[in-house]
């Protein structure tokens, strides 16, 4: 059975919608500080460093993907793909193409790599398959 779904760029007016989506997409587990900040994030969607796309499944956004574009004094216009996220309904199909979307705005801005920073519990053959290679690890303190 084919899954019918759409997939598109969000406006800065569905970064509430977008938000709780995130959210749901997290399991719940994101408290409302934490919300309200995606929701500011996905406001600013459409600009020359930022967007957000959405996967519809019947009119609800079951997943996202956002891309920012990053300008480092050395390596130049680089890209991330910050966010990667869909629900169980949908098919890996449609994180593809939030993916390729991602990917393509992020050519559009003349960066000159992209990269996402995994979580280690997902799968790495999905990146891979996009091309995407393995970098550097990367370690972080809470301060």
Partial sequence: MTTSYVVRPLSPGEASDGARA????????LDP???RKIETLLAESGSDVFTAFGAELA???CGI????VVSHPVV???????ALMIDER??????SE????AIAWLRERGVTSISHLRDPAAAAAFWERLGF???RLRYTLDV
């Fill in 22 to 29: 995130w959210n749901d997409l997290a399991d719940g587990t």
């Fill in 33 to 35: 500080k934490t919300e």
């Fill in 59 to 61: 009119g609800e956004l």
């Fill in 65 to 68: 993907a956002t891309a920012r």
């Fill in 76 to 82: 130049g216009k680089h890209g991330e793909i910050e």
């Fill in 90 to 95: 949908l098919p890996d199909e449609a994180g």
């Fill in 98 to 101: 939030l993916a390729q979307l």
């Fill in 133 to 135: 290679r393995p970098d």
